[in-house]
């Protein structure tokens, strides 16, 4: 099935003590490049954040107002592209690799979406695909998106969700970037 690729890489990376988490590399490659390498097989993809170099040909946007915060990043980066289906990833998943970016894209079935648990079991939507209908439809009913809440755009999406698995855990201290 066909796929458009968002990626979020503006956050301001507090807990890395305001370095560029996007840029931090793991095995001689940066976190946003290791989740382009995952989802290359996107039709097309938008980074959403800040312009840097990267390893391929990907599209930019910045969430207006810049800073607002991943719901305004979503709402940018979808109005790139125009498969049925998005897989919406943040830049901080160094262990998502084409296989789990594939299930996901696989597992939307008949749901809203499809995404995947990291190891402790918590579900992470952004790592996730949707169906564009209804993430735009969830953009919509939430309004202006600017500081609203992941967890209050996707509530009244149908979802379901993989087993847990270290592809979904994100990167959000250094201590993240262990191996599991």
């Known amino acids: 099935m066909e796929f458009d690729a968002l990626v979020l ?3 301001a990376s507090a807990r ?3 370095v560029d988490k996007a840029l931090v590399e793991v095995d001689g490659v940066t976190l946003l490049d290791r989740v382009l390498r995952a989802t290359s097989s996107a ?11 990267v390893g391929r040909e990907v599209e930019w946007a910045i969430e207006d107002p810049p800073a607002g915060g991943p719901v305004a990043g ?3 980066g979808l ?10 990833v943040s830049c901080d998943l160094p262990w998502l ?12 079935g008949e749901h809203d979406g499809f995404g995947l648990r990291d190891s402790g079991g918590r579900e992470q939507w952004l790592a996730a695909a949707y169906r564009r209908t209804a993430l735009s439809a969830a953009l919509d009913t939430i309004g202006d998106p600017q500081n609203k809440s992941v967890r209050r755009l996707f509530a009244g999406l149908d979802l379901a969700w993989s ?18």
């Not at 087993?163 to 250094?174: G, H």
């Open 97 to 108: 690799t084409e296989v789990e970016v594939a299930e996901i894209v696989a597992g939307v």
């Open 163 to 180: 087993d847990p698995t270290p592809a979904a855990n994100d990167a959000d201290t250094w201590t993240d970037l262990t191996p599991p």
């Open 74 to 76: 979503i709402a940018a």
């Open 16 to 18: 890395f003590g305001g």
């Open 9 to 11: 890489a503006g956050g």
């Open 43 to 53: 039709r097309s993809t938008v980074v959403v954040g800040p312009r840097r170099a």
């Open 79 to 88: 109005a790139m592209g125009g498969s049925p289906v998005v897989v919406v």
